[in-house]
């Protein structure tokens, strides 16, 4: 036991600073008490249920949440515990997360600098505020950032099995946010020859099976839905929010008025057709509108890289506490300044390592892709906070850890 506990002193003190922090933040805010749900949560809570209860896919949401969050579902749980049982979920995964980034950290830093990097991380508003919802963020942070860990080993021992634990679960993230589908292509496409010279091994099944459940999910939506797809919710992301934004500028009415109406007509086609008009309005805004297109991508890029949390803002002050208010305030601001710093410090450390590094066959150009990915990715979509952004602020902080370090080295050197 006391062996165990030098051993992993670092680690177990960031768990507690970790659980400290966000019960310190929980009271707060009182972020665990809120009886509002957001649109994006009921459909998690549907999907899951859809899965457990009427054995059936949702048309929006991809089958590894559901599968994750409907456990209670299994023990005749209500549709309320799955709520709760959302933050806990939440909870392991964000701790698991920070384990995870320590190990990452310590592969160049001394451990007690790496608890250092590691413990800044606990303080990310936006993190800590999503925690409190059924939302797919920290379940996605979870899986991406044990991917690179995997991915680390690999590129220190070049064993195989590490690598294919590493794609796979990049694989599997398409099945918690269906936006990161390219992303598991790229990634199996760097490493493709790798996996063709092993494609025998045992481990290589990883890759196998991850793409497996990736077919089922998709065999499954055309059967109940029509189309082989993960899911229709690119389509209609695309039509509500950067095709809304790029018809208001070109028609010079309010983004609401358009996005209002936008919204209704795709929600009362089929899900086919939803793809199709998607598509076809794609084209349109593309070749015939292109200024206003392009514009709207960046306009959508900004918003989504300069605002505060809106799992924070809706917080009412439920307990009738006469601090609530500053300190909500406050978190909220944090989180919009914390937005804005790491947002353009993820693009400039990415673009330095994979310019520095003049190769992607390495950890830190790949989460500089990861990062410029998730970011560019944003400006589909609007509204939304910070919730697109912030999942690449720990994976910043560690670029900023190889920064410095890289430059003590080179500072010791001369």
Known sequence: MRLFLHTYKYHLLLILVALIWIEAYNFLVQAGIQTEITLDASNYQESAKNLYIFHRGHNYRAILMALINGIPYVFGASDAFIFEFSDWVNLFCWLGSLLFFLEILNNFLKLKFAFLFAAAMVFFMGINALIFHLETEC?????IVAAFWFLMKYFNTKIF?????????????????????????????????????????????????????????????????????????????YYDYLGARAEALDSGKAFKEVWKSRADYIYSLDMPEQKIVAAADFKKQLFSNTRHFFEAYFINLAENATTGSISISPNVNLKHTGYFDIFKALVFNISEWQNEIFSVLGILLSCYFLWKKRSIYNYEA????????????????????????????????VLLAKFISEKRASVSKN
């Open 161 to 237: 099995k590490h690598l294919a634990a590493g794609v796979s679960l990049i694989v599997l993230s398409m099945l918690i946010k269906p936006g990161s589908m390219l992303l598991g292509v790229l990634f199996t496409l760097f490493f493709i020859r790798e996996i063709y010279r092993n494609y025998r091994s045992k481990f290589a099944w990883l890759i196998y099976g991850s793409y497996f459940l990736v077919m089922v999910q998709c065999t499954g939506v055309k059967y109940q839905f029509g189309n082989f797809t993960i899911s229709y919710i690119d389509a209609v992301t």
């Open 366 to 397: 790949m989460m500089g892709i990861f990062i410029l990915y998730i970011l560019f990715l944003s400006g589909v979509s609007c509204s939304e906070g910070d919730r697109f952004n912030v999942i690449t602020f720990p994976f910043a902080v």
């Open 139 to 143: 379940i996605y942070l979870f899986f």
